[in-house]
């Protein structure tokens, strides 16, 4: 059983791992890869047709995206999130009204809300038409996404796609921080002064592509759970592979040698009962003084 568990760690790592970096895009097998968990009463999404409602598709490869009815819901299938990572949403927005937009949240196994992320009229560096929106993720956990569209008779929510993407910038700048923090001691344990201080500067990162979309990453409004601790960089995807496929090696083992020593005592107890139930090999016969061929006759002669 345990075997199991383990396989399945590693075959669950391996499918989070293939998605890193790949574009997802919705077609017919939507209603199969979603559902409506956390979803309430909330209705579903509408797969559309960009030609059919005269919407400029920016993804050659799918020409179709999920829309939006007044409040639809829906949520993924399982991810394996890693911290430092990226959620990316393309979407498109053609609203009037401050609430209308979009939601996205990551859940947890147990249906927890780990991260929220609201994009709408109201917040900063909107525009309508087509947007990138870039949630960053901060801690390493298993669940799924739900996309929540708001959006009146008269307004266009869409979805077109979402990607999955390593935060590669920020983990370069944890690794400057670290280095810049170790010479920092050094000077402290050196010099013997505490004035100096390293300062470590960052600049918010945004994107424009070709046609004029603006890619804010911090424009939406971003909640997380005050009191989850982060992890650090050693839980990845390649550490938990190896981690676990090391475990199954260990406890095949262990279940091989368990095997192998129970069938020899199982040969020593026969090995003892067999030689208990052999024949003495020395035979005492008693001794014999008289031999009487007719013993009453020769018994009673004179």
């Known amino acids: 059983m345990l075997n199991l568990v383990v396989l399945t760690t590693i075959v669950t790592s391996v499918l989070s791992q293939e998605i890193i970096g790949l574009t997802y895009t919705f077609d017919e097998d939507f209603v199969w890869n979603f559902d409506n968990k956390t979803c309430q009463d909330k209705t579903e999404w509408d797969l559309i047709s960009y030609e059919h409602w005269k919407i400029p598709s920016l993804n050659i490869e799918s020409p179709i995206g999920i829309r939006a009815k007044n409040n639809s819901c829906t949520s993924s299938f399982p991810i394996i999130f890693l911290s430092d990572s990226i959620l990316e949403l393309r979407v498109y ?47 390493n956990l298993k669940g799924y996404i739900n996309l929540i569209g708001y959006c009146q008779s008269n307004e266009i929510v869409i979805v077109d796609s979402f990607r999955y993407k390593i935060n590669k910038t920020n983990n370069n700048r944890n690794r400057e921080k670290e280095i810049s923090f170790h010479t920092h001691v050094t000077d402290l344990v050196e010099f013997g002064s505490g004035d100096e201080d390293v300062d470590v500067e ?31 960089d050693f839980w990845n995807t390649a550490t938990i592979t190896i981690i676990a496929a090391g475990s199954f090696v260990v406890i095949s083992i262990i279940c091989i040698t368990a095997y192998h020593f129970g069938k020899l005592r199982g040969l020593e107890q026969n090995a003892s009962i067999f030689e208990n139930m052999e024949p ?23």
């Open 93 to 139: 927005l053609k609203v009037k009204a401050f609430k209308s937009g979009l939601t996205a949240k990551i859940f947890d196994e147990v249906g927890v809300p780990v991260v929220k992320y609201v994009y709408n009229k109201s917040s900063e560096n909107f525009s309508l038409g087509w947007n990138t929106l870039l949630i960053p993720i901060h801690v």
């Open 202 to 232: 960052g600049s918010g990162d945004s994107e424009q592509n070709d046609s004029n979309t603006t890619i804010p990453e911090n424009s939406g409004n971003i909640t997380e759970p005050p009191d989850l601790p982060t992890n650090s």
């Open 280 to 302: 003495a090999r020395t035979i005492t016969i008693p001794r014999v003084n008289n031999i009487y061929s007719n013993p009453f006759s020769d018994r009673f002669r004179r």
